[in-house]
């Protein structure tokens, strides 16, 4: 299935809400299906502009591989790595 960006979410919205097209005719005419644009309606008609913000962290590739081995380290290793992942919170604001 084809992603769409948050513009083109928001264009499909406007478009639903300033025309007399159906949300079938609006779904099928940008290849989705009517439930994807309904969907997409309402959750901009609950949130606003902020229903297609992402709401998850990225974390580097580093941060990643160090959280995979906290486990197989001896525990200054773990202790050093605590202290890192709680650091990159902090700083991240997570």
Do not use: P
Request: neutral net charge.
């Amino acid at each position: 299935m084809t992603k769409f960006t948050n513009d083109q979410k928001l264009e499909t919205i406007t478009r639903y809400q300033n025309s007399s097209e159906s949300i079938g005719e609006i779904a099928k005419s940008i290849g989705t299906y009517c439930s994807v644009v309904s969907n997409w309606i309402k959750q901009f008609e609950y949130h606003g502009l902020s229903a297609f913000e992402k709401s998850y962290t990225t974390y580097t590739t580093q941060f990643k591989m160090d959280v995979r081995t906290l486990s197989g380290n001896s525990k200054e290793e773990q202790l050093q790595l605590n202290l890192s992942i709680i650091s990159h919170i902090l700083f991240m604001g997570v």
